[in-house]
C-alpha cells in the first residue's frame, strides 16, 4: 500500500504582508517559521516523528543549545515554551507558555504542530520576532529513540543554522505551484505540503498513461492511500477549484 500525506502548513490563508523561512530539516524532522507582518504573528510549523521529543530553537545565537537562547519542545503532550541552559543541559520551562498551537496532527506516523505566538512576548526569555529582519537563527533535533523524555539526540538527528532567510510571499506562494512532496524520491509515503485547498489528485504514469484520480476531502491534513504502484516515476496533477499544478514523483 502507498500512501501520499498531504498537510496544510499555512492555515491563515490571505495575502498580507508575510515572509516564511527557508525549510530547515534534519533526519526525519523539519520546521519553518512564517512571520504575519500585519497581525504582528509569528507561526511555528514543527513536523516529525510521531513517537519522539521534537525541538526546535529560533532567534539570535551562535550555535545550538546556546544558553539563553528560545526553544520550544513537544513532550508527548504539549509544546513546552522554554529557554536552553547550555549544551548538555535540558531546557528550562518558562514560567508562561506564550505559544498557542493551532493543530498537532499525526499522519503515517509523522507529527505536524502548528502554533503561534505574538512577536513581541510578555516574557522576558522569549525572543522577540522583528519582521525586518532577513535571516533568522533555527536548530532542529530529535529523539534519538522512540520516546518522550529529553535525551542526547546524537549527531545525525540535530541540526544548527544561525542565518536561515526568509522568503517574502505572494499571490503566487498560495497558489498550488508552491505545494513541496518530500521525501522525493521515497518508498512510497509522500508529504504534500499545502498553501491553499486541494480537492484532488490525478495521477499518470511517466508516458502520460492516466492511473487513477483520488478525491481529497480539505482539512488540516488527510491521508489517501494509493494501491498497486509499482516503483517508478510518477506524474500528480493537483487540482482545487480554481487552479491545477503538476509535481513529479519517484517511488522506489
Not at 509523522?110 to 525572543?127: E, G, H, L
Amino acid at each position: 500500500m502507498k500512501k501520499i500525506t498531504l498537510l496544510l502548513l499555512l492555515p491563515f490563508l490571505g495575502f498580507s504582508q508575510s515572509k516564511v523561512s527557508n525549510t530547515v530539516s534534519v533526519s526525519n524532522s523539519n520546521v519553518t517559521i512564517l512571520l504575519d507582518n500585519d497581525t504582528q504573528t509569528a507561526t511555528l510549523t514543527l513536523v516529525g516523528p510521531s513517537d519522539r521529543w521534537l525541538a526546535a530553537q529560533f532567534g539570535s545565537f551562535s550555535g545550538g543549545m546556546e544558553a539563553g537562547s528560545d526553544v520550544v519542545y513537544y513532550n508527548g503532550t504539549v509544546l513546552v515554551d522554554a529557554t536552553h541552559g547550555g549544551i548538555g543541559v535540558a531546557p528550562t520551562a518558562d514560567a508562561q507558555n506564550n505559544w498557542t498551537v493551532a493543530t498537532n496532527t499525526v499522519a503515517s506516523g509523522v507529527r505536524t504542530i502548528v502554533a503561534t505566538r505574538p512577536f513581541n512576548s510578555p516574557d522576558a526569555t522569549d525572543y522577540d520576532f522583528n519582521y525586518n529582519n532577513t535571516t533568522i537563527g533555527i536548530a532542529l533535533a530529535q529523539g534519538n529513540s522512540a520516546s518522550f523524555s529529553l535525551a542526547y539526540h546524537g549527531a545525525a538527528n540535530r541540526i544548527s543554522n544561525t542565518a536561515v532567510p526568509f522568503t517574502t510571499l505572494g499571490v503566487e506562494d498560495f497558489s498550488l505551484n508552491a505545494t513541496q512532496i518530500y521525501p522525493n524520491p521515497s518508498n512510497g509515503d509522500f508529504s504534500i505540503q499545502l498553501k491553499t485547498s486541494l480537492t484532488q489528485v490525478n495521477i499518470y504514469s511517466q508516458t502520460g498513461a492516466f492511473v487513477k484520480t483520488i478525491k481529497v476531502e480539505e482539512s488540516d491534513s488527510a491521508t489517501v492511500s494509493v494501491n498497486g504502484l509499482s516503483t517508478g516515476v510518477y506524474l500528480l496533477e493537483l487540482v482545487n477549484n480554481t487552479n491545477k499544478a503538476w509535481k513529479k514523483v519517484i517511488i522506489k
